[in-house]
């Protein structure tokens, strides 16, 4: 088993950043791609982005390219989510997931994922 828990969640303004992290501990060797989705209000979760097991490839929601950057540290078992310009429509549970090493362009999928953390709120007030 993989546990999986975020961090850095909080209260901003529109414009401001934050930096989200995700730890990984349990059987570590076994995750490959590590990815973040978010759930606003009454709304569906969805892919927000995506890095590979080597750190050397990254995808993104088009809705936060250019504002976000994932990032992992595989020595300390740990993703990042910087997240910069944010605005309102933001607002969001924040979810860490680990999955294997995709082969295709299956990494938005949430049924791609096998682990997941319990979530950490990130609110954006205008």
């Known amino acids: 088993q993989v546990q999986l828990v975020e961090s850095g969640g909080g209260l901003v303004q529109a414009g401001g950043s934050l930096r989200l992290s995700c730890a990984a501990s349990?059987?570590?060797?076994?995750?490959?791609?590590m990815g973040w989705f978010r759930q606003a209000p009454g709304k569906g979760r969805e892919f927000v982005a995506v890095?590979?097991?080597?750190?050397?490839?990254?995808n993104y929601a088009d809705s936060v390219k250019g504002r976000f950057t994932i990032s992992r540290d595989n020595a300390k078992n740990t993703v990042y989510l910087q997240m910069n310009s944010l605005k309102p429509e933001d607002t969001a549970v924040y979810y860490c997931?680990?999955?294997?090493?995709?082969?295709?362009?299956?990494?938005?999928?949430?049924?791609?994922?096998?682990?997941w953390g319990q979530g950490t709120q990130v609110t954006v007030s205008s």
């Open positions: 997931a680990a999955g294997p090493v995709f082969r295709d362009s299956t990494y938005d999928a949430i049924r791609s994922y096998s682990y």
């Open positions: 349990g059987r570590t060797f076994s995750i490959g791609d």
């Open positions: 890095i590979r097991r080597s750190g050397g490839s990254t």
